[in-house]
């Protein structure tokens, strides 16, 4: 009789089953015993037994259709398929075919032994249930080594080695590859100075530094999923991504996000700064939000910049042309779309907004606000301080005036202790007075600090002051000579936003003004430790401290 055998080996059974090898003798012995001829051997070698779409049993399929066998020799139910219900097709498929199957781990198919096919069912019910028992296992064993700490993905990051765990490393682990981390640090530096991802794959190619898969060029997709990976700033994710049942007929599952409070984060080596990354990402971010496509340069002076003070989100340009035939500029905001604002009776009441009016007044209380810098450093003074501003000199003043007096109690308890050793006064009096000295010495030394703090935040203010002053110096100088493009960048340096409601308009300033000194001298220079936007109504900071 013309026998063919089937074997297959997946990885998660290689340990328990033997390899290819193994089955392949035993099941060749077991052929020549029963005097059969051997025709052809198909193996899946590696292939889960949860799918029916493997080579080898396909090529099986196909030569049993033909007529190439008459007997198919296998181990056991469960290397025909993982799943019942695909072991009954199969086997229906072979039998309908004319084609027996004998197992050498079980009895044989005989229609006449009904007990010999119950028990075969029953085996392949049980292969079944023990697939799903080990792969929640599975899952239930990386899961609990994620949260441990461990890395439990195999594959690792461009410019780091995974190295296993073992009893001399420790659990899993990431290590930072030198050459390969020169490159990430490089490719950082690059995005954040503004090189655009295209240009910064040409200079990797021109340099012949091979890509993370090891091709001679680098992609832009790539280069892209690298300066979103947080793995550079020390922290790899597990459990972002679940399987779902797929509706499409070619698929099973699909992999969908979990939400981020999902996510098991897992610390590994740094290899670029906090600062280098998020610079690297506000890159992207402000070449998304000042695209120059389908926008006139310098034609819309706040584009980017304009909010809908009702919806609180951003505007959109676009021309109309009127009835004299003339064209008008204007910003909307996006939820005059009802699909965008999700449904009719959300869509935004404001009207259009006439983009050429706008562009003209911001730009006139910009050149007003440059040219008189006092009325900005008045305003974050009256939303910040509420009160008159105190003078340094008095402050330094009050400031030794309880110095003195600090030290003046600190010399009254010394001397309370004196009488008391020298027998002058009892326990009970030498307590009380050394009780009143404390307290009046502890609310000395607070009065002290409050004024310390003061002072420190007079000598931020003068700081600040001296440099608004020469930011403002710097661009009243030429912001009469600016054409149109430049006058655009100025403004996106110098606001935050413009918030139109109706009539009224709110700008949010920013200015960007240069570093503080290194190393500031004397007391008056010493920056607060935790700095903090200066204006909270008018957006007024320091770009090195926001």
Known sequence: ????????????????????????????????????????????????????DRPGLDALRDAAEAGLVQRVWCLSPDRLARAYAYQVLVLDELDRFGVTVAFTDSPGLAADDPQATLLTQVQG??????????????????LFRARAGEIVTWKASYGYRRIPRSAA???????????????VR???????????????????NADAIPSPTGKPTWGHSTLCRLLRNEAYIGRVYYNRTESVPDRRPTRRTRQVW??????????????????????????????????????????????GLVKCGVCDVGTNCHKMRGRNGTWHRYYHCRNHDPIRAGGESRRCPERNIRAD??????????????????QLLAGEQAVTLRAPIPDDELLSAELARLDRKIEAADTERRRLVDLYQGGFIEL????????EVSSRRKELQHKRTSLADERTALARDNQLRRRVHDFAARIHAVIDTLD???????????????????????????????????????????????????SSQDGLRSVSGH
């Open 125 to 142: 019910v049980i292969a079944e249930y023990e697939k799903a028992k080990i792969a929640e296992r599975y899952r239930r064993g990386k």
């Open 1 to 52: 009789m013309r026998a063919a055998l089937y074997a297959r080996v997946s990885t998660e059974r290689q340990a328990d089953r033997g390899t290819i090898g193994s089955q392949l003798s035993l099941l060749r012995e077991h052929i020549a015993a029963a005097g059969d001829e051997l025709v052809g051997e198909y193996v899946d070698d590696g292939q889960s037994g949860a799918r029916l």
């Open 428 to 435: 009970p009096e030498m307590q009380r007075r050394a009780t």
């Open 484 to 534: 149109d493009t430049q006058k655009q960048q100025l403004l996106r340096l110098l606001i935050e936003d413009v918030c139109v409601t109706g009539w009224h308009v709110q700008i949010r300033l920013r200015i960007a003004l240069d570093p503080p000194p290194p190393n500031p001298t004397g007391p008056t220079s010493t920056p607060p430790p935790h700095p903090h936007p200066v």
């Open 169 to 183: 490393t420790g659990r899993a682990h990431h290590e930072v590859y030198e050459p390969e981390a020169a490159v």
């Open 258 to 303: 979990r939400d981020r409070d999902e996510w098991i984060p897992i610390d590994c080596p740094r290899i670029v700064s906090d600062e280098l990354f998020q610079a690297a990402g506000r890159v992207a971010t402000d070449n998304t939000k000042w695209s120059p496509r389908r926008a006139e340069p310098g034609a819309w002076l706040l584009k």
């Open 357 to 374: 009016a706008l562009d003209a007044f911001v730009f006139d209380h910009i050149r007003a606000a440059i040219t008189h810098p006092d």
């Open 186 to 204: 490089r490719i950082f530096t690059d995005r954040a100075a503004g090189i655009t991802v295209r240009e910064i794959c040409r200079r990797l």
